[in-house]
C-alpha cells in the first residue's frame, strides 16, 4: 500500500491550491483520511480529516478557508485550499488508516512523501 500526494506549488498570498492524494496497493477499505503539514522549523500539525462515511474536521487555523474531500470509489482525498496566507507554507502529507488485504482485523496509518506548498507575501 502507499500514497502518492501531487499538487503542491508556489503561490501568492490570497491564492488557492488544490493538493490531492491517491492510495493504491492491496487495499481491504480506507478509514479515516487526512492533510497534515510541517512548517520550516516546527512540528508536524494536523490540518483536517474526513472519515469513510465524509464527517469533517478541521484545525481552527484554516476552518473557513480549506476544504476536505474525498472519493472513496477512487480512494482519493483533496485538500482545497484557498484564501491562503504565508503561515500556511510548508510539507503537506497526507495520510490514511487503512485495512490492506493481510492484515484485514486492524488499520495501519501510511503516509504520504509531503508535498511543498510556499505562500509568498
Not at 478509514?31 to 490540518?47: D, F, L, N
Not at 502529507?93 to 508535498?115: K, M, P
Amino acid at each position: 500500500v502507499q500514497l502518492q500526494a501531487c499538487g503542491g506549488g508556489l503561490v501568492q498570498a490570497g491564492g488557492s491550491v488544490r493538493l490531492s492524494c491517491a492510495a493504491s496497493g492491496s487495499i481491504f477499505s480506507i478509514g479515516t483520511m487526512g492533510w497534515y503539514r510541517q512548517a520550516p522549523g516546527k512540528q508536524r500539525e494536523w490540518v483536517a480529516a474526513i472519515t469513510s462515511g465524509g464527517s469533517t474536521n478541521y484545525a481552527d487555523s484554516v476552518k473557513g478557508r480549506f476544504t476536505i474531500s474525498r472519493d472513496n470509489a477512487k480512494n482519493t482525498v483533496v485538500l482545497q485550499m484557498n484564501s491562503l496566507k504565508p503561515e500556511d507554507t510548508g510539507l503537506y502529507y497526507c495520510h490514511a488508516a487503512i485495512r490492506d488485504y493481510s492484515a484485514r482485523s486492524y488499520y495501519t496509518n501510511y503516509w504520504g512523501q509531503g508535498t511543498l506548498v510556499t505562500v509568498s507575501s
